[in-house]
């Protein structure tokens, strides 16, 4: 393979498509919709990214996380759809626990709302545009620095590892930072944990005693309501039997 086909190859790679604020209705909008928006616009990029699908199921994970605020009814707003993306962009590098502090500490900045966050994602997708420059730039200075010769299988294997060795590199900075400025919630204490455990205990105990209570209750009616049964049909037997006579 030449530098000509290679860059061929770099360039698709790099070519993901992506949905920018401005492409995103101004009314809320169903899951369903959601996901045939974002469908449709990775039909603008590479077809390796065609099975990127954003799905029902990660977007109620997301829910259940806490990392999209509480949906009304079963639609989403635009902010809401904005805080889904920003976690489907940076979910192939970061954790979802990571990406979480990420967002929420943003949304723990004074003065940051919904339009803060339209802001800061379409900033990250020009500032991921100019990036694939860099990444061109860098898979280059690999090459040139290092004299590897891509029409060498030996060489464009080493080429492959050296650019698995920067994303890593990346990534932990990235981690990194994430962890200097918004660090995990520390452990709580073990006495809180037994605390907590003893009142779960508790809890549970009450519930199933409540269980219990109201099985007998259901017990009981039942019982009553055979005896009545049997008392009508007693009843009734009697009352056909006067008439026979």
């Known amino acids: 393979m030449n530098n000509e086909q290679l860059n061929g190859i770099v360039l698709d790679a790099l070519n993901d498509a992506e949905l920018r604020s401005s492409e ?15 469908s449709e616009k990775l039909k603008d990029g590479s077809e390796r990214y065609a099975e990127r699908q954003l799905t029902k199921t990660m977007i109620n994970n997301y829910s259940k996380d806490g990392i999209i605020t509480p949906v009304k009814g079963k639609k989403y707003n635009k902010e809401q759809i904005l805080q889904m993306l920003t976690v489907y962009t940076l979910k192939g590098t970061l954790s979802i626990g990571e990406i979480k502090r990420l967002i929420l500490g943003a949304y723990e900045t004074d003065g940051f ?30 090459i040139e620095r290092n004299s590897l010769d891509v029409e060498n299988d030996v060489d464009y294997i080493s080429t492959v590892c050296a650019l698995v060795a920067l994303s890593a590199q990346l990534k932990h900075m990235a981690q990194a930072m994430i962890d200097a400025r ?39 009616e039942k019982k009553a309501e055979k005896k009545t049964e049997k008392a009508e049909k007693k009843a009734e037997k009697a009352e056909k039997k006067a008439k026979d006579e």
């Not at 995103?24 to 974002?38: A, E, K």
């Open 24 to 38: 995103i209705p101004n009314i809320d909008l169903y899951v369903d919709q959601i996901i045939n928006l974002i």
């Open 182 to 220: 918004f660090p995990e919630p520390e452990e709580p204490e073990e006495d809180e944990k037994d605390a907590d455990k003893s009142e779960r205990k508790e809890e549970k105990k009450a519930e199933k005693a409540e269980r219990k209570e109201e099985k007998a209750e259901r017990k009981e």
């Open 113 to 142: 709302d919904g339009e803060s966050l339209r802001e800061l994602y379409d900033r990250h997708l020009d500032i991921k545009e100019v990036n694939r420059e860099y990444a061109m730039a860098a898979l280059d200075g690999i």
